[in-house]
């Protein structure tokens, strides 16, 4: 009876271990964005905080031959599970990997290779859109009298008004909710339809249209952005060139 006792916490041990190496398959929240932005997350290249980064570049990567699996991981924590032939987005400053749902981690750089291939599409599934009163991009909407929260749920519903909203926000954000902004800008943006987004855009007149279609292309985080579009967004893209001509 006693050497069962004494085996209890090593049991428990080994349970605590298993659990916190699994993957996280739901939808993250506070760390979709983790803080510690250099090292955790992608950049914006094309935007003014960032511009100055001369070293920045990402690219599609798969697992190099004989690495049939590879955790991918925030602080230790394994966020999710990159598998033999399953695309992602590499980023070579910060060795982090982002795949189509919108989760992003480290993966190391001696597991993967780079492959010439089209870019997927983002379909932000588990993006955490649902934000905490400390989010610094909540508290910059709330210092406009703004419910994040609620004009993120009236964009997932293809509401213009809730679209123009966030699009104002852009002129109040600085710090962290500068950061945060672009991130739930383009993963809002691709919980559109083409259709959806190019009718949209269609009804933006001067000024606002090519600041807008500005915007879309800035909040790109992808070497060739306009590749993008013309894959998976080609009647957004023709409204984006007419934007320019603003």
């Known amino acids: ?31 979709s964005i983790p803080r510690n932005y250099d090292n955790c997350i ?67 750089p001696d597991q993967i290779k780079q492959v010439d291939t089209s870019y997927f599409k983002f379909t932000f599934s588990k993006w955490g859109f649902i934000k905490e009163k400390d989010y610094e991009l909540y508290e910059a909407a709330k210092r406009e009298n703004l419910d994040l929260n609620s004009i993120f749920k009236k964009i997932q519903a293809k509401n213009g008004k809730a679209m123009i909203q966030l699009f104002n926000l852009r002129n109040s954000v600085d710090g962290a909710s500068a950061e945060e902004f672009p991130f739930d800008f383009w993963a809002l943006i691709n919980l559109w339809t083409d259709k959806e987004l190019s009718s949209f855009v269609k009804t933006l007149k001067g000024p606002t249209k090519k600041d807008f279609c500005k915007l879309l292309i800035d909040t790109t985080p992808l070497d060739k952005p306009e590749e993008y579009f013309r894959l998976y967004y080609p009647k957004t893209l023709i409204e984006i060139h007419i934007g320019k001509s603003y």
């Open 1 to 31: 009876m006693i050497s069962i006792l004494l085996l209890i916490p090593v049991f428990l041990f080994l349970f605590v271990i298993q659990f916190t190496n699994e993957p996280l398959d739901y939808p993250i929240k506070n760390i």
């Open 42 to 108: 992608f950049k914006f290249p094309r935007l003014n905080f960032q511009s100055n980064d001369t070293s920045y570049h990402n690219f599609i990567a798969v697992l190099k031959n004989g690495v049939d699996s590879a955790n991918a991981t925030v602080n230790d924590q394994v966020i999710f599970v990159v598998r033999k032939g399953q695309q992602f987005l590499y980023e070579n400053y910060s060795n982090n990997a982002w795949i189509a749902d919108g989760r992003s981690a480290y993966i190391p």
